[in-house]
Nanobody
Framework: QVQLVESGGGLVPAGTSLTLSCAAS????????MGWFRQPPGKEREFVAY?????????ADSDSMKGRFSISRDNAKDTVYLQMNNLKPEDTALYYC?????????????????WGQGTLVTVSS
């Protein structure tokens, strides 16, 4: 069983940056493929970014997010990060960290085996 705990969310003004963290436990972190998703109010959960256990990354093919978000991991700290720059009100969402044991289509919710509870990011205009 893998436990994931997100942190770093909050209320921030538009144009600022924020880094979310997700601490994992229960399994060797370096064996996990990790992803970030978000769920805006009243909308479905959507893929944001992915980083494999080898460090390969993939980002949402979204004009609204492209170039502003960056995922990274620190295996020594069992933590994955999501750096978000130039935040916009439309980035307001509950941000989830997820872990996958295997390989597959990393943009899909179903690919992931474990989920955190989420951390809320609210961007004011």
């Amino acid at each position: 069983q893998v436990q994931l705990v997100e942190s770093g969310g909050g209320l921030v003004p538009a144009g600022t940056s924020l880094t979310l963290s997700c601490a994992a436990s229960g399994r060797t972190f370096s064996s996990l493929n990790m992803g970030w998703f978000r769920q805006p109010p009243g909308k479905e959960r959507e893929f944001v970014a992915y980083i494999s256990r080898s460090g390969r990354t993939n980002y949402a093919d979204s004009d609204s997010m492209k170039g502003r978000f960056s995922i990274s991991r620190d295996n020594a700290k069992d933590t994955v990060y999501l750096q978000m720059n130039n935040l916009k009100p439309e980035d307001t969402a509950l941000y989830y960290c997820a872990a996958a044991l295997g390989l597959g289509t990393n943009t899909l919710v179903a690919f992931y085996d474990y989920w955190g509870q989420g951390t809320l990011v609210t961007v004011s205009s």
